[in-house]
């Protein structure tokens, strides 16, 4: 008698739950007048780009930010908040500094609405209008 009510009740729940997955799936790709979602892509550094990054901070170059030349500016906290995707945390727009102008002759402008900057021991690109971290370069290898 137990396994009667198990087999009707696991029926019962496969027979209900195809159902409901179906619909939902009808119901997503069912509609073709309706707009498509498309993927945002932002810009990034390229390999070229980070190479030269990289090399322009190596040790021994005298080009050492000063993020890297004194450890401890920022606290390591602080630090890993800042991540692809996510906006910059409060109080670290204003410590932000400009590529040197070495360093910043070396790359092509950044895209419209973006812009290039230093953050301790970061290279960052930034949309202009919400301060957003759209990619990051770990100056320190």
Same mark, same amino acid.
């Given at each position: 008698?137990?396994?009667?009510?198990?087999?009707?009740?696991?029926?019962? *729940?496969?027979?209900?739950?195809?159902?409901?997955?179906? *619909?939902? *799936?009808?119901?997503?790709?069912?509609?073709?007048?309706?707009?498509?979602?498309?993927?945002?892509? &932002?810009?990034?550094?390229?390999?070229?780009?980070?190479?030269?990054?990289?090399?322009? &901070?190596?040790?021994?170059?005298?080009?050492?930010?000063?993020?890297?030349?004194?450890?401890?500016?920022?606290?390591?906290?602080?630090?890993?908040?800042?991540?692809?995707?996510?906006?910059?945390?409060?109080?670290? *727009?204003?410590?932000?500094?400009?590529?040197?102008?070495?360093?910043?002759?070396?790359?092509?402008?950044?895209?419209?609405? &973006?812009?290039?900057?230093?953050?301790?021991?970061?290279?960052?690109?930034?949309?202009?209008?919400?301060?957003?971290?759209?990619?990051?370069?770990?100056?320190?290898?």
């Amino acid at each position: 008698m137990l396994r009667l009510c198990f087999l009707i009740l696991l029926s019962a *729940a496969l027979v209900f739950g195809q159902g409901k997955g179906a *619909a939902k *799936a009808k119901g997503r790709s069912g509609n073709p007048g309706s707009p498509a979602k498309q993927a945002v892509t &932002y810009p990034s550094f390229r390999d070229a780009e980070i190479r030269i990054l990289l090399d322009f &901070y190596r040790p021994g170059s005298g080009n050492l930010p000063p993020g890297i030349a004194r450890k401890g500016e920022f606290p390591p906290g602080l630090m890993k908040q800042i991540a692809r995707g996510k906006g910059l945390p409060p109080g670290l *727009a204003n410590k932000l500094q400009p590529f040197p102008p070495p360093l910043a002759r070396q790359f092509p402008a950044p895209p419209p609405g &973006y812009r290039r900057m230093i953050c301790g021991t970061l290279a960052l690109m930034l949309d202009d209008s919400t301060n957003m971290v759209v990619d990051v370069v770990n100056l320190v290898p």
